[in-house]
């Protein structure tokens, strides 16, 4: 029987929870030093908690009257000629199609070699629109990979999918046509209307998920993890 076997995720989460018995941990410690997947069991777990701490992390309230104005050129330039295309494909009836009938994240499961979670939490612009950026490069790499790209944004962060405040929707249009999935954290939305706040989202972005579960979930699937 492999060695690291031995050892639970219950004994994992224990240990790097501080829980552990002196020499349980000692014994787990000496076998991770030996078993190189073992030790990789261990690493994801501490990333996993870390993640799990700053998933909610408080962002203080951006000083929106102090920023300049934010230019909207650049990459995203061909933005406005995509919605259009978006708008086509929703008449036709496919971009309803692949939203309802899929699971987020479902398009060439099997061909894709890269996949990354974007996680905003800030509401300035500027971080937004870097977010955005992010993901279309990672989209167009001139590595030959094909990437999957998925966004979650909570907190102040939501505010990049509240359709009556983002500045950004003809940008998401644009990425949601070269089937980058958007997350808002349903957490933030509940908070948000037990203030009295109505939240609407961009059109397909989903609200099923807290940041918490998909940023869990996505780091023990294997995907890259990037908090802008």
């Known amino acids: 029987m492999n060695k690291d076997k031995e050892f639970s995720e219950e004994q994992i989460n224990a240990l790097v929870d ?3 018995e ?3 941990k000692s014994r787990l410690y000496n076998e991770a030093a030996r078993s190189e997947e073992l030790d990789q069991r261990l690493c994801q777990q501490r990333k996993i908690k870390e993640l799990v701490k700053i998933a909610y992390e ?4 951006p000083n929106r009257g102090a920023k300049p104005p934010l230019t909207r050129a650049g990459i995203f330039g061909r933005a406005i000629a995509a919605t259009v295309l978006v708008a086509v494909g929703l008449a036709a009836g496919f971009a309803g199609h692949r939203y309802i009938d899929q699971e987020p994240g479902d398009f060439a499961a099997a061909s894709v070699s890269e996949k990354y979670l974007l996680h905003v939490t800030s509401g300035e612009p500027e971080e937004m629109m870097a977010a955005l950026e992010y993901a279309n490069e990672l989209l167009e ?3 030959g990979n094909l990437r999957q790209v998925e966004i979650i944004a909570n907190e102040q962060g939501l505010d990049l999918l509240r359709q009556d405040v983002t500045p950004f929707a003809a940008e998401i249009s644009a990425l949601q046509a070269e089937d980058v999935v958007f ?5 933030t939305i509940q908070r ?5 706040i109505r939240v609407e989202l961009v059109p397909y ?8 579960d998909r940023v869990v979930t996505r780091m023990q699937e294997g995907w890259h993890y990037e908090k802008i």
């Open 18 to 20: 501080g829980e552990l």
């Open 22 to 24: 002196p020499e349980e």
């Open 58 to 61: 408080d962002v203080p309230p």
């Open 141 to 143: 790499g001139d590595d």
């Open 183 to 187: 997350y808002a954290c349903s957490k």
């Open 192 to 196: 948000l209307e037990e203030k009295g």
């Open 205 to 212: 972005t989903n609200p099923d998920y807290t940041a918490l």
